[in-house]
Nanobody, 119 residues
Framework: QVTLVESGGGLVQPGGSLRLSCAAS????????MGWYRQAPGRLREEVAI???????RYSDSVKGRFTISRDNSKSTVYLQMNSLQPDDTAVYYC?????????????WGQGTQVTVSS
């Protein structure tokens, strides 16, 4: 069982920065792949970035070079540093987690946090 609590969303001007945090309540964080997804109005939820227990990362092409995902295993927390934000980044951002050992995969989701990029 994994419970996820996100924080850090808000309103920011184009070109600005935000940092999202997601705290995981679980005893197996060392086996959990963590990620961030987002969903804009009228669009499907899309993967933004993921980080493995060994801190390997993957980014969508739309955020590569602007966003950085990281994890602090001592705090069971994952972060998403978002720089050079653009209006197209406006969406609800969701924290995601899954146990890399589980088959089939089972996804856990946070409640979502709104990010709005607007002048």
């Amino acid at each position: 069982q994994v419970t996820l609590v996100e924080s850090g969303g808000g309103l920011v001007q184009p070109g600005g920065s935000l940092r999202l945090s997601c705290a995981a309540s679980t005893s197996i964080f060392g086996f959990i792949v963590m990620g961030w997804y987002r969903q804009a109005p009228g669009r499907l939820r899309e993967e933004v970035a993921i980080v493995t227990p060994g801190s390997s990362t993957r980014y969508s092409d739309s955020v590569k070079g602007r966003f950085t995902i990281s994890r602090d295993n001592s705090k069971s927390t994952v972060y998403l540093q978002m720089n050079s934000l653009q209006p197209d980044d406006t969406a609800v951002y969701y924290c995601n987690a899954y146990d890399m050992r589980a088959a089939p995969r089972y996804d856990y989701w946070g409640q979502g946090t709104q990010v709005t990029v607007s002048s």
